[in-house]
């Protein structure tokens, strides 16, 4: 195993100089050609620091804890805790994940995790929704994921809801499509509300009045589908935005029914790029991603610099489907989301 002193040996400083920079304590001690010096001999010699020892060093585990609902058993979903996993790991950090969904309790899991130092917690929600933090977390650094903390005590990183349905309903309207409806969700959250916004917004912003017929706030049970038949009957949408992939089934069901050709006379866009209905659906399914990657990646690197009160500037950020925003841009931080072109809208 590599060590200091050979860091030192290789590169003529003194051990304690190689101890700054390696410990991120340079600036303003160890002149910057020096410290780059360091860190390309220390990564060449493929030097790996003592987690043990730096805890006692520093007072810090350089462990983090990850709570969330649902996410760790929603397949689609877990690219979230991929995204923590990974910039957890580049900053020399590892993340313990809890799944509190209601079968194991909230408040001794996070004891747990209190009980083995971490240095800080993500709190993560399903489908952007306000969340109430557990008051046992208020003393720690903590970053909200897909939710937003409804007292406003901490940052949070989200999808840009209104900015999906802004860029699907403009995608529908440059295939020219006169009767846009929009298969939305009934049950309230802070997505739903963001996405109908930017459908309104995106039909006006082309001179076109919105019109509630053309609306319909479903769940995902039977009677939705009889709600997406009765809009077909009434309305005759040549368009349809829905809230996500799953409600896309409704309107391939309802179009199949009265001999419409999804892609032809019925173009539809939905938001997830859910595998088993984005992939499965023929045509396939034009989509909006959802950056779960992202938000994970983002909110693990605004937690370490929270923890370090560094702004992590010299970080090499992953190649993304959608940009990361600055580690200092304005909270709720949000995620410009990527819309998936495949067969589903006229061309």
């Not at 939710?147 to 349905?165: H, L, N, V, Y």
Request: hydrophobic share 40%; charged share 25%; proline share 5%.
């Amino acid at each position: 195993m590599t060590t200091m002193k050979e860091i030192a040996e290789q590169t003529g400083v003194s051990v304690s100089t190689v101890s700054l920079v390696l410990n991120d304590r340079d600036a303003g001690r160890v002149k910057a050609s020096i410290a780059a010096q360091v860190r390309d001999t220390a990564r060449k010699l493929g030097y790996r620091p003592n987690p043990l020892a730096r805890s006692l060093r520093t007072s810090r585990t350089r462990i983090l804890a990850f709570v969330s609902e649902e996410i760790a058993t929603t397949p689609y979903a877990g690219g979230i805790i991929l995204g923590a996993q990974d910039a957890a790991s580049t900053l020399g950090y590892m993340l313990f994940t809890v799944n509190a969904d209601g079968r194991v309790d909230e408040e001794t899991e996070i004891a747990t995790l209190k009980r083995y130092g971490v240095d800080g917690f993500m709190y993560a929600k399903m489908s952007n929704r306000y969340a109430n933090v557990p008051s046992s977390l208020g003393d720690y650094p903590v970053v909200l994921v897909d939710a937003t903390d409804r007292e406003g005590r901490f940052p949070s990183i989200e999808p840009d809801e209104f900015r999906i349905a802004y860029d699907a309903t403009k995608r529908l309207i440059d295939a020219q499509c006169e009767r846009i409806a929009y298969v939305g969700c009934s049950e309230l959250m802070l997505a739903q509300d963001g996405r109908l916004e930017g459908y309104r917004r995106a039909l006006e912003d082309a001179g076109r009045k919105f019109d509630e017929r053309l609306v319909v706030n479903v769940l995902n049970n039977g009677p939705a589908l009889q709600a997406v038949s009765d809009l077909f009957d009434r309305e005759k949408p040549d368009g349809v935005f829905c809230f996500n992939d799953a409600r896309a089934w409704y309107v391939y069901e309802c179009a199949a029914r009265r001999e419409l050709t999804i892609g032809k006379d019925v173009s539809v866009v939905g938001v997830d790029n859910h595998r088993v209905f984005a992939e499965t659906f023929s045509p396939q399914l034009t989509t909006v991603e959802l950056p779960h990657y992202e938000m994970g990646y983002w909110a693990t690197c605004k937690l370490v610099s929270m923890i370090e009160d560094r702004d992590l500037s010299d970080l090499q950020l992953p190649h993304t489907t959608a940009a990361l925003p600055p580690l200092d841009a304005p909270i709720p931080a949000k995620i410009h989301c990527t819309l998936i072109e495949k067969e589903s809208v006229r061309r």
